[in-house]
């Protein structure tokens, strides 16, 4: 099992910035792609944005892209995201993920996961 931790959550201005971090421990070897979902209520959890650990390929949400930035760094096992350009409707639970494979990157309910971290995005 991998053991996460999210952390940078909090409460900023539309068209302000956040970045939040995730620290991966545990079997980590058995991490391929990690990911960031989030969930505002009475809404599903839905996909943001993932990396691959190898090669750092990154994916993102069409909702996200040009705004969210993903990145690693490897020798810290951890995970950031960068979120600028906020909006109100970007408020949610972030929860940090974990899969061993590409194919399962974008379900919103197989893998690892934090505790999650809020961000409010005031307006």
């Known amino acids: 099992q991998v053991q996460l931790v999210e952390s940078g959550g909090g409460l900023v201005q539309a068209g302000g910035s956040l970045r939040l971090s995730c620290v991966a421990s545990?079997?980590?070897?058995?991490?391929?792609?990690m990911g960031w979902f989030r969930q505002a209520p009475g809404k599903e959890r839905e996909f943001v944005a993932g990396?691959?650990?190898?090669?750092?390929?990154?994916y993102y949400a069409d909702s996200v892209k040009g705004r969210f930035t993903i990145s690693r760094d490897n020798a810290k096992n951890t995970v950031y995201l960068q979120m600028s350009s906020l909006k109100p409707e970007d408020t949610a639970v972030y929860y940090c993920?974990?899969?061993?494979?590409?194919?399962?990157?974008?379900?919103?309910?197989?893998?690892?996961w934090g505790q999650g971290t809020q961000v409010t995005v005031s307006s």
């Open positions: 545990g079997r980590t070897f058995r991490s391929y792609v």
């Open positions: 993920n974990s899969k061993p494979n590409l194919a399962t990157m974008r379900d919103p309910d197989f893998g690892s």
């Open positions: 990396i691959t650990w190898s090669i750092g390929s990154t």
